[in-house]
């Protein structure tokens, strides 16, 4: 497995549709929280205010967002993205459209505000 130096490193490394996506995300968290901090941590993506972070991953058939534990006023509308063999992550798959509308309000409900 690659060790990547940076965010910017992660995303280059990808195939198109995916290095879209990524990008996609990544700028949702910058517009939704500003003061995000990036880093790689776990070989991945991580956007980070103090102590929370989210990661972000990309695999062969999806993007997935770490972690997402179970949060009442978000369960019902991640479900359909709630990784079956995994609790606390969502899989986004390449072959269906980027729910950006719900990764903003993910981002926004765990509070990244430092």
Known sequence: ???????DDY???????VRERLSAIRALFHQVVPQ???SIRYNMP???VGKDHLYIGAHKS???????YHQSELDQV???YRAAKTK???HFKH???LPLGLIERIIATKQLKG
């Open 78 to 80: 991640v479900e359909p």
């Open 11 to 17: 995303i280059d490394t990808q195939e198109p549709l």
């Open 88 to 90: 606390d992550s969502l």
């Open 62 to 68: 999806h993007i997935g967002l770490y972690p997402m």
């Open 1 to 7: 497995m690659s060790e990547y130096a940076s965010v």
């Open 36 to 38: 995000t901090e990036e």
């Open 46 to 48: 991580a956007f980070s």
């Open 95 to 97: 072959s269906e459209p």
